[in-house]
């Protein structure tokens, strides 16, 4: 088999290998059905037990209650953007949303296209390398919404942002969903693509109080109303039956490295070798400012353009792939996910001291 090499992407992003290994086995069959995983029947017994298994392992995770829906989507994080206003911004009501980078932008706009919307808070005077410490929050907001990982600035919410008492938050988590133990209570909707510490890309996860799908419009299309999906447990029409079962195995393998207090702590530790490298470092510096740094994406410069070329250049040739940063800021990105192994960053570490030592 080819060599795998450690792929810093941000997203579609690495999955562990034992999912993959899992996963190859049950394509030909899944157990001992003689059909593969892609080709069972989605109303089908062996198809449901791992559609009813994916949900239980979330629910089991996050500690989800019964008081709220775990939603089997389709059409990315961005159909979110368009499906959150859809379905809770009424006529003549504002939303809040909270900006702190080219996703939270895009929400928004969206948004704009339902009703009104206030910025409670915006990073992008210094260019979205921070998370602001304070929100002026509109009179009576239908929702707060926030981005609680910036994947191209490399900003992540170190906690949740205080909202006024009675307002649901509603967060994008597409960039740290499950690094972390999640105080699900806090939280009305969360919403996550799932290709990045998740499975693969065509599903997205959702998390909904049950008390706002009931809220939510019923003039939409069918498709695009919460309780369509709500109702039918995610299989109203042909789910993502293949990116469901990926997900249920990576909800497994989470549970092996200790849930989400234990993944949090092996994403800490990944990121603080990187991070303290960086703060000593004579030639690389880190981007996002301390105390908004991102454990998921870690975004750093030379301060010349040509340079990181040549770094990128370098790390590839190392084995290294998927470092450069997003097109819109340039630079350098290493997306160190759940499933990014920390053999990874050492590596990373040390293409990074030799590159030091000879440009020095
Ligand atoms: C934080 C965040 N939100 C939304 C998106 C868009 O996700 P999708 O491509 O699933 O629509 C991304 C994609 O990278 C993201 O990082």
Redesign the pocket.
Known sequence: MTQRIFNFS??PAVLPVEVLEEARDNLLSLGNTGIGIMEHSHRGKAYMAVHEEAEALCRELAGIPDDYHVLFLQG???LQFSMVPMNLLRPGATADYLVTGV?SQKAVAEAQRCGQVHVACSSQDRSFSYIPSQCQFSTHPAYVHF?S???IFGTQFAAEPETPAGVPLIC?A??DIFSRPLPIQRYGLIYA?A?KNLGP?GV?LVIIRKDLVEAGSRDLGTMLQYRTFAEDHSLYNTPPTFGIYIMGLVFKWIKQQGGLAGVERLNREKAARLYQYLDQSQRFRATAEPGSRSLMNITFVTGDAALDEKFIATAKKAGLDGLKGHRSVGGMRASIYNAFPAAGVDALLNVMRDFEQQAS
């Open positions: 941000a997203g990315g994080a961005s996703w981005t990982n910036n994947t994008d597409s960039s693509g290709q890309s997205t």
